[in-house]
């Protein structure tokens, strides 16, 4: 009666604007219907739901699963957009047709993908919708304007694919390709935004800002630029570059392995090396990102910073540094292999620089995987002098775990940079010169991280995270934009001594190729829990408690059994996408009978429509 008699004296106050006899008909109305209100009021027995379960699974399973699945497909399909429309400017640009269909091939993957993304991003909802209302509630009523902002990309987006694709063979000459190079843009252009507005809805779960005051958009602004937005889309954007380089590498080696033709062997040998490169690409910016995201996090809220990276979730970083050793161990290891099989006679000359690189990998990965705290019996921590071992408890910490990270970073880009130089010989006049000053740049820039890291043990950790560490990530990044350049500029008149072999790579190439996927998948998956149970209790941090009976952080030994449970059926799903896709080239060679695609024709599975009408 108390809120009605509020809503009355409101409404008494809005409308005495428009004169006395609207405010006497609107005290009427609402005079003779205060006594329904008040029997509906009574008759309410129980208040909204909160929460729904499903039995056996769980809610909080169920959804962990369809929303993992959902950003892996997501992240497949908005990073691969990316390099083929880089690919396809390179073909329009430089003239080189493999690179066009290259760009093709990719885009064949994503059309693959799309739906399958699209079908769980709408299960998703429902679940969201069905498990937890009360948390959907608060979230459409602070982010409503997104969501038909969010509904509007996707509509764009979808009819920009569908032209791109299916306009891929008649808009190949003239202005028509120089449009359908514009829809590739907007294609991104789409798929970038389509990415950083549920962005803020998952960042505003964790550093929520809220403002009661103000128009509907106001509000939604003001939760969309919450501390860490930018930083997860940073992030974000880089490792689905990561993820659809890799995951495009590992199905041309799946490829690679399957196929008899000598050109395909060489085209899915060319295509692994590109989506390998891409993926390399990517993962020595993702670190610096990631830093980034860590770095805000602890800003905004301490706590939260000390449960991620000094709770019990600070055994994921362990299991993370495990991850992208292997990563960095793979890529480099494809890297080798390239130089030994692709390039005859380089074999012998760089055979002494890849065991070094490979020592000095170990070595870092070793340090990154040694655990600050140990878990010890009462007897063990007595025998050590408590939970930190004298030795190894020195190489848990951050200083040590930067150091060697950004020391992995330029020795996976040095190796890129040999393989890069690989069977040339350089005639410039300023070569000698040239390669003194890399040299001279990568010691210094190397003899600087260590000193850092060292002086950082020293130091109070503010000055180690707000400089040390950032000098550290800017010492790399000076790196790799000094000697990127002048390599590009030596090769420009380098002569080729001797000519890249595709198609030579042994088998365990594209075995590596699937291991690097799978370590990415499983990456992104263990980061995805860390970020979410970083809330602890909390649906937005600090705002909506979660009261289910699901407000706690799973243990990690469950936790890894759900994240090894979608990093499987992400697999298996992709690869049942993928079959399905390479149907039309089998049928098409079964048709020509010669089992051969004709000469300079990709083998499009699928395919564009002018390819299903010659089959």
């Known amino acids: 009666m108390r809120q009605g008699i509020g809503t009355i004296q409101l409404a008494l106050r809005a409308v005495s604007g428009h004169g006395g006899w609207l405010a006497g008909l609107l005290l009427t109305a609402v005079w003779l219907a205060l006594p329904s209100i008040g029997v509906a009021a009574e008759g309410t027995a129980t208040g909204p739901t909160e929460y729904r379960d499903i039995p056996y699974i769980g809610s909080r399973n169920l959804v962990w699963i369809v929303a993992q699945l959902h950003l892996l497909l997501a992240g497949f399909v908005l990073g691969v957009p990316i390099f083929a429309w880089l690919c396809e400017v390179i073909a329009w640009r430089g003239g080189e047709k493999r690179y066009d269909k290259l760009a093709k091939e990719f885009t064949k993957l994503l059309t693959s993908a799309y739906a399958t993304t699209a079908l769980f991003g709408g299960i998703l909802l429902f679940l969201l919708v069905a498990f937890y209302p009360k948390l959907m509630n608060y979230l459409t009523d602070v982010f409503f304007p997104s969501f038909l902002l969010y509904c509007l990309l996707f509509l764009l987006e979808t009819a920009t694919l569908y032209l791109y694709w299916y306009g891929w063979d008649a808009m190949q000459y003239g202005k028509l390709k120089t449009l359908h190079v514009v829809l590739g843009f907007l294609l991104n252009f789409f798929a970038l935004f389509i990415m950083i507005v549920p962005n803020a809805w998952a960042t505003f779960q964790s550093s929520p800002v809220v403002i009661s005051e103000g128009t509907a958009i106001e509000r939604a602004w003001a939760a969309t630029w919450n501390p860490t937005w930018w930083p997860i889309n940073i992030h974000r954007l880089i490792a689905n570059v990561v993820l659809g380089g890799y995951i495009c590498g590992a199905y041309a080696g799946v490829r690679y392995l399957s196929v008899k033709n000598p050109e395909e062997r060489e085209h899915y040998d060319w295509m692994g090396y590109v989506g390998n490169f891409i993926g390399v690409f990517g993962l020595l910016a993702l670190p610096f990102a990631g830093y980034w995201l860590m770095r805000e996090i602890y800003q905004y809220n301490q706590q939260m910073g000390i449960t991620l990276m000094g709770g019990f979730l600070s055994w994921l970083f362990i299991i993370q540094a495990m991850l992208i050793g292997v990563l960095f161990l793979g890529s480099n290891y494809y890297f080798w ?148 350049p002048l390599t590009a500029l030596l090769l420009k008149s380098a002569k080729t001594t001797t000519e890249m072999v595709w198609g030579s790579m042994p088998p365990r190439a594209g075995y590596a190729l699937v291991l690097n996927a799978v370590m990415v998948i499983l990456l992104m998956t263990l980061m995805g829990y860390a970020r979410s149970s970083s809330r602890v209790h909390w649906h937005v941090y600090g705002v909506m408690r979660d009261s289910s009976p699901y407000a706690y952080s799973p243990a990690l030994g469950s936790a890894s059994l759900i994240m090894a449970f979608c990093t499987f059926f992400f697999c298996i799903l992709v690869a049942f996408i993928f079959w399905v896709a390479t149907m039309g080239d089998k049928a098409k060679a079964a048709a020509s009978g010669k089992g051969e695609l004709p000469h300079g024709i990709p083998a499009m599975a699928g395919g564009a429509p002018e390819e299903r009408q010659q089959g």
Not at 418 to 427: E, S
């Open 337 to 484: 292999l390239g130089i030994t099989y692709r390039i005859p006679g380089s074999e012998g000359k760089y055979r002494r620089a890849m065991l070094m690189m490979l020592v000095s990998l170990l070595l870092c990965l070793a340090v990154w995987m040694t655990p600050h705290s140990l878990v010890a019996s009462i007897e063990e921590a007595q025998k050590m002098g408590g939970a930190h071992h004298p030795l190894l408890g020195v190489l848990g910490v951050m200083s040590a775990k930067m150091t060697v990270s950004n020391l992995m970073i330029l020795i996976t880009f040095m190796s890129f940079v040999m393989y890069w130089r690989a069977g040339k010989q350089d005639t410039a006049g300023w070569a000698k010169l040239g390669k003194a000053v890399m040299g001279a740049v990568l010691v210094l820039a190397s003899l600087a991280v260590i000193v850092l890291g060292v002086w950082g043990y020293f130091v109070p950790a503010i000055v180690r995270i707000n400089y040390f560490s950032t000098s550290q990530v800017l010492i790399v990044i000076f790196v790799i934009l000094t000697i990127t």
